[in-house]
């Protein structure tokens, strides 16, 4: 479960990031995060993997309450947060194997385990085969997955993805997306910003839009399309890309 | 895990490794320089201060009365460790045993008790108070002082501004390797910064990140103080033969391990003289030697690597 009573950000600058967010997002949702640049979709990330702070509010995830917790802290929720990013912050001289054996490494897993949980999950993945690879081997769909198994391996309850088809052709991010509902489906909150207004209308998820660093639409699964007037042709959209990635 | 993360730094930056154990190596090589020092400046300066520091010969017809009355004077200043009154007859004996050449019959009487005088050999517990002890020998007139007081004075202040310049240059290459390991840690950890990012996203301890920069601090500290001190025995062992010849007469403190116990840890330069001439080196010592070099580059090393993971990674 996460909750955002209130939350402001305000930034050094004296600029807002987030002004009184009010949110509760329950487990095992699918949620998008949407809107344009600067719009705090990043902002909103950043507080939930406890990079930042709020200036007012209280955030919770789970039964932590960020806003009270010292910096020494932080890493007891980020064990049970599974990060993934657009540029996916893989450690390019270390194998896919490495990366994954880092996070189970950090977050406390057992060493005699790594070698099962990491072939299982490049399997679920579709990685199998490629723990030998350096990133610099891979295509951008194989290093998001990469990222997504780092994330998955270390058993996360909560998926936060950051534009992670940003980088990617439809094909390969379509196939990114249906590896992030079945994440889901198996029980896993997903919480993914996104400006791609195709995708969102395809998944039928949840759709928070954020404007200004503000709540200005908050639609449950399936109605996106209808609020917004602008997917009328998101069955077609999502055909087009399903078309592609065959 | 955190020993295996130290060495893979290690390894990705081995000229930034060099540097930091070549500038431990000197500190080390100058530390171990140092203690040996204190153990040979130590036998010197033993060796003048249990020799009598003033000799004062009186005129043979002195009355032995006379000069008791002096030595009780003198006693009654307690600032002496012995007086010791040597008349002429038992001057007569200690010639002899001294001058018994095979070809000469120390039993002929050339040297009698009237040729040579009685006297009063001085040790003082202190060398400054010689000066005070010479002034109430010589109220009688006619004796003849031998006084050391400047040889031992000026060995003592040479010897003691040794040891002052060096502590002072130690401490300034103490200060120097604490800035070299701070500065390339910081370096190390600027390099690393991508990576430590990552961790604490997934999850790391705060502790889990820190560690194995400063357990690399502390190898650099082991690794430097390692070489340091056998590069030191090496030298002091080839230089044995031809040190022991130039300080030819003077026995000087020999490198065992109760010495070495009794200078590091008691008082240095407390180490009692045995008349031993530079012993070599026993092993033991080495290794008490090394043992505490260790110790002390493990603490450099831990300070500087601490130093910098404090300034550098503050969250």
Not at chain 1, 149 to 169: C, F, V
Not at chain 2, 40 to 68: R, V
């Amino acid at each position: 479960m996460i909750i955002f009573e209130n939350v402001s950000k305000k930034f050094s600058d004296g600029t807002y990031g987030v002004v009184g967010i009010n949110l509760e997002i329950k487990d095992g949702e699918f949620v998008f995060l949407i809107g344009q640049s600067g719009a705090g979709k990043t902002t909103l990330l950043k507080l939930l993997t406890c990079q930042i702070k709020p200036t007012e509010g209280i955030v919770k995830i789970n039964k932590f309450n960020i806003t009270k917790m010292k910096p020494s802290e932080l890493y007891k929720i980020r064990r049970e947060i599974g990060i993934v990013f657009q540029d996916f912050k893989l450690l390019f001289d270390q194998t896919v194997y490495e990366n994954i054996a880092l996070a189970l490494e950090v977050s406390g897993h057992k060493e005699k385990n790594f070698k099962k949980t990491i072939l299982d999950t490049l399997q679920k993945v579709g990685l199998e085969g490629k723990e030998k690879y350096f990133p610099a081997q891979l295509s951008g769909g194989e290093l998001q997955r990469t990222a997504i198994a780092r994330a998955l391996a270390t058993e996360a309850k909560i998926l936060i993805a950051d534009e992670p088809t940003g980088d990617l052709d439809p094909k390969t991010a379509w196939g990114v997306l249906q590896l992030l509902e079945e994440v889901n489906k198996s029980g896993t909150t997903v919480v993914m910003a996104t400006h791609n207004h195709n995708i969102v209308d395809a998944m039928k998820k949840r759709v928070i839009t954020l404007e200004h660093g503000r709540i200005i639409n908050d639609v449950q699964k399936g109605e996106y399309e209808v609020e917004s007037h602008k997917s009328k042709k998101s069955e077609a959209i999502k055909s087009e890309i399903e078309e592609k990635a065959l | 895990m955190t020993f295996k993360y130290s060495l893979r730094h290690i390894r990705r930056s081995p000229y930034q490794t060099l540097s930091a154990v070549l500038i431990m190596v000197i500190t080390f090589f100058m530390v171990s320089i140092f203690i040996m020092l204190a153990f040979i400046s130590s036998g010197i300066l033993k060796h003048f201060e249990t020799k009598p520091q003033i000799s004062a010969f009186y005129p043979n017809d002195t009355p032995e009365t006379e000069i008791m009355e002096i030595k009780k004077e003198i006693e009654s200043t307690n600032l002496t460790k012995e007086v010791r009154y040597i008349s002429s007859k038992e001057a007569v004996q200690i010639y002899k045993k001294n001058s018994s050449i095979d070809d000469i019959d120390p039993n002929l009487d050339l040297v009698s008790d009237k040729i040579l005088p009685p006297s009063l050999e001085i040790s003082a517990w202190n060398i400054s108070d010689l000066r005070t002890l010479k002034s109430i020998v010589e109220k009688k007139e006619g004796v003849k002082v031998i006084f050391i007081e400047e040889v031992v004075n000026k060995l003592s202040s040479w010897l003691s501004g040794l040891r002052s310049g060096g502590l002072v240059l130690l401490i300034l290459l103490v200060i120097e390797s604490i800035l070299v390991i701070w500065t390339i840690i910081g370096m190390r950890i600027s390099q690393r910064r991508y990576e430590i990012e990552i961790m604490h996203l997934l999850g790391a301890t705060p502790w889990y990140i820190r560690a194995p920069f400063i357990v690399e601090g502390m190898l650099y500290g082991v690794i430097g103080s390692v070489i340091g001190v056998v590069t030191t025995v090496i030298l002091l062992h080839s230089a044995l033969p031809g040190l022991t010849n130039f300080l030819v007469g003077i026995p000087l403190l020999p490198l065992t391990p109760e010495n070495f116990i009794k200078t590091i840890f008691v008082i240095p330069g407390s180490a009692g003289i045995d008349g031993v001439p530079l012993a070599p080196i026993s092993p033991l010592f080495v290794l008490l030697l090394l043992g505490l070099e260790i110790l002390i580059g493990m603490i450099i090393g831990a300070m500087g690597s601490y130093a910098a993971v404090f300034r550098n990674l503050k969250k």
